[in-house]
């Protein structure tokens, strides 16, 4: 590839719309499907009608002192959860001690702490009707805590992210999310995002995985 198409291709992203079908709260008929199938697949439902609500909920399943990491999370940092948890001081907050950390060297504790918390927190991209969570990254740095290595996963996400099936919340990543969240790291970093690894929670053997589902749209 040449550099004039490089520039090419960079300049089409960066400019690419958001389908805003996907930024539509979902009624409180669908909500309620949704909370009852995700409960169906082992994962923990809390239900709030406003954001500070669910920031209470986020809070109070995180104890004090509890070391806690955090996946890049424009809802969580809209509900005020990111500034209690790394401004507070009642936390053992990861983010910013692997921020401060030397990529040159420190690389392999940096991957071992992001990928093995006791607690994280995070957002889902897509939640779908039937009971799964859908989320998308460009380097993966939060999924593996997601999957398996944090002991408690405790998410949020906004009714404009419900969806109805796997298939949907992937058209909703690719039409809505990743034209945000593409903008949103070319304004904070100088750098484009990428949808270069996708992860799907189909169920939860383990009470390990919890989601306070907010009855308004918050976050991408």
């Given amino acids: 590839m040449t550099q004039i198409d490089d520039m090419t291709q960079i300049q089409e ?24 199938a995700l409960q169906a697949n082992g994962i923990e439902v809390f239900r709030a009608d406003d954001l500070e609500q669910a920031k209470r909920l986020v809070l109070a399943q995180l104890p004090e002192g509890a070391e806690v990491h955090e996946g890049a999370s424009v809802t969580m940092e809209t509900l ?51 009971g799964h969570l859908v989320f998308a990254s460009k380097t993966g740095s939060q999924l593996a805590a997601y999957a398996f290595g944090a002991g408690h996963v ?7 992210k419900i969806v109805r099936d796997v298939e949907e919340g992937l058209r909703r990543i690719r039409e809505y999310v990743y034209p945000l969240e593409d903008q949103h790291m070319l304004d904070l970093y100088g750098m484009h995002s990428g949808l270069n690894k996708l992860f799907v929670v189909m169920a939860e053997d ?15």
């Fill in 13 to 36: 992203r960066s400019t690419l719309v958001p389908n805003r079908e996907f930024a539509l709260p979902a009624s409180g008929e669908r909500l309620a499907r949704a909370a009852a």
């Fill in 80 to 130: 005020g959860v990111t500034a209690e948890v790394e401004q507070s001081g009642r936390y053992d907050a990861l983010r910013p001690r692997i921020w401060a950390m030397d990529r040159a060297t420190q690389a392999g504790e940096m991957r071992k702490l992001a990928a093995g918390p006791d607690y994280v927190t995070g957002s889902a991209h897509a939640v779908t009707e039937d």
């Fill in 154 to 160: 405790v998410l949020a996400a906004g009714s404009q």
């Fill in 206 to 220: 383990a009470p390990r995985i919890s989601i306070v589902l907010i009855g308004q749209p918050v976050g991408f």
